[in-house]
């Protein structure tokens, strides 16, 4: 079951992403199964409900040769903002970290 940001704050949660095929762009999966660019749109899951949604996603994904490399990754909602755990997906997330003014922090 997707959790929504307001619960559980500054737990470990998860999200799963993944890379969308036809452009290489990093997706996340979105309540209701759907996929979107930015983390602040994407589905949260407990660790029990997280993996049943990964086998469900990835097997979707791949199946229509949609996206690649799906996998849930942890994160925290820490004052109402989602922040990864990892700096790799705080990157994947928000893009480069040297020039703010790219990716999608700048379009923030």
Do not use: C
């Amino acid at each position: 079951m997707a959790l929504s940001d307001k619960s559980r704050n500054e737990a470990v949660l998860k999200a799963i992403t993944a890379n969308r095929l036809r452009d290489g762009e990093v997706i996340f999966l979105a309540p209701g199964s759907g996929w979107v660019e930015r983390l602040d749109d994407a589905a949260l899951f407990e660790d029990s409900a997280a993996e049943t949604a990964l086998a469900a996603a990835k097997a979707q994904a791949e199946g229509e040769q949609f996206a690649v490399d799906v996998y849930t990754f942890d994160l925290r909602v820490v004052d109402g903002q989602r922040v990864p755990v990892k700096t790799r997906e705080r990157i994947r997330a928000l893009g480069p970290t040297v020039r703010i003014d790219l990716g999608k922090q700048a379009a923030a």
